[in-house]
């Protein structure tokens, strides 16, 4: 269930798409929600688009994410993804 803090992140990227920031934070209140797939996705996407800048700070809070998942499976498939982007 969305939370008031997310969905006005989600607000906030929809107008400023490009604010990458911004959808990090997002992706951090949607793992705190417990949207992980959502928030990973959200994390990904960073990487892949500002891979040296932003992306350094989405790499990490991804990668924080994961270390937190109880689905072994969800993290294997987004290790591989941030693996396949990174390199």
């Known amino acids: 269930r969305e939370s008031g803090g997310s969905a006005r992140l989600r607000q906030s990227v929809a107008e400023?798409?490009?604010?990458?920031?911004?959808?990090i934070q997002l992706a951090e209140a949607l793992a705190a929600e417990g949207t992980y797939r959502e928030a990973l996705e959200t994390c990904l996407d960073v990487v892949a688009r500002d891979r040296a800048g932003a992306g350094v700070q989405a790499k990490e809070a991804m990668v924080d994410i994961l270390n937190t998942l109880?689905?072994?499976?969800?993290?294997?498939?987004?290790r591989r993804k941030l693996a396949s982007v990174l390199y």
């Open 16 to 23: 400023r798409p490009a604010a990458f920031a911004l959808r």
């Open 70 to 78: 109880d689905d072994g499976d969800l993290a294997s498939e987004y």
